[in-house]
């Protein structure tokens, strides 16, 4: 976790100094991902993952044959544009996981 990357993205705690803000960041984090918080993670995650899955092989079977694409070009655009969403999502996720762990700490 880099703090200096991330307080960019709560703009609550922008104002106190950059000693608290990575003090009350790493209470989120570690109450985000606290051991009574896993199974939830994992939970989530999987679930992403299995939709992103069964959205990747529906593109492959039924709209690649379509649109008449190649497997190279539909290979291409899966690893450009899916993958990327895929990451972007999971990252919107984590950050308003710390959001609303953060409410939580803050006076």
């Not at 989120?28 to 989530?44: G, L, P």
């Not at 999987?46 to 290979?75: E, K, N, Y």
């Amino acid at each position: 976790m880099n703090p200096k990357r991330l307080v960019k993205h709560f703009p609550e705690i922008a104002a106190l100094p950059e000693a608290e803000q990575r003090t009350l960041l790493d209470k989120a984090y570690k109450d985000v991902f606290s051991t009574e918080n896993k199974m939830r993670n994992w939970r989530s995650n999987l679930i992403s993952a299995a939709i992103m899955t069964c959205l990747c092989i529906a593109f492959v079977l039924v709209l690649r044959p379509l649109l008449g694409m190649s497997q190279q070009t539909s290979a291409l655009l899966l690893m450009l544009v899916a993958l990327p969403v895929y990451f972007f999502i999971q990252q919107r996720r984590f950050i308003q996981q710390l959001r609303t762990s953060l409410q939580k700490f803050l006076p």
